[in-house]
């Protein structure tokens, strides 16, 4: 059990740009989740997965927000035209099956010029 | 839909002292609820849950867990804290026996614990 690695750590770019973040699930966890966790405040709930189908998306994921998780493995989460507000830590977590805990990786640190 | 309350922005407790963090939620139906800790630039590490069953839970670092129904409560304790447990706490509820996967959070709560 190696956890959910999330790449990068860290992404800082100008407001207008589009940024790509990737997760890997723990292997073999079909249960893939999205979270955007602002300063001071829990994590909120952005999209799931289940192996390759996105089952759940929140209203919080605007036209500006695509995840994809193309063979039911690692996954992508992309913002288009960033702006000001976007700036926030990115979660991604991962559940072997129903009723199982998600477990966390340590995020993406986004922040917007 | 389903919420989350903290009430306590911070709990201080002494070393050795038991230690109580406060959770209250709404959801219909039959709740599943979830404990996590949080440290300085880290995700969120998994403590425990209750889905059905015994209403004490018993989770990781000697942390355990009281589900109330009627109160819809469930405060996350421990009977003697250590320093190495301040850290950031979160309380999570999701409606359980559905498809629905979304974890809702609470605002957080603050534990320090002083030598």
């Known amino acids: 059990d190696t956890g959910v690695s999330q790449n990068p750590r860290h992404k800082i770019t100008k407001r207008g740009q589009n940024v790509t973040f990737r997760c890997d699930p723990i292997?073999?966890?079909?249960?893939l989740y999205w979270y955007r966790q602002t300063l001071g405040q829990g994590p909120e709930f952005l999209t799931y997965f289940q192996n390759e189908a996105q089952l759940e998306k929140s209203r919080l994921l605007s036209d500006r927000f695509s995840a994809e998780r193309p063979k039911g493995s690692f996954s992508t989460l992309e913002i288009q035209r960033t702006e000001q507000g976007d700036s926030a830590m990115y979660l991604c977590?991962?559940?072997?099956?129903?009723?199982?805990?998600?477990?966390f990786g340590d995020g993406t640190r986004l922040s917007i010029l | 839909a389903q919420s989350v309350a903290q009430p306590e922005d911070q709990v201080n407790v002494a070393e050795g002292n038991p230690l109580t963090v406060k959770c209250t939620y709404s959801?219909?139906?039959?709740?599943?609820l979830f404990w996590y800790v949080q440290y300085p630039n880290r995700g969120l590490q998994f403590l425990l849950k209750?889905?059905?069953?015994?209403?004490l839970v018993k989770g990781s670092y000697g942390f355990e867990a009281e589900f109330n129904k009627s109160q819809t409560s469930f405060h996350l304790k421990k009977p003697s804290a250590l320093v190495s447990d301040s850290a950031l706490y979160f309380c999570a509820v999701r409606k359980g026996n559905t498809g629905f996967q979304k974890l809702v959070f609470g605002t957080g709560t603050r534990l320090l614990v002083s030598p």
């Open positions: 209750y889905i059905t069953g015994d209403n």
């Open positions: 977590a991962s559940s072997p099956g129903e009723g199982q805990p998600q477990h």
């Open positions: 959801v219909s139906g039959n709740p599943y």
């Open positions: 292997s073999e966890h079909n249960r």
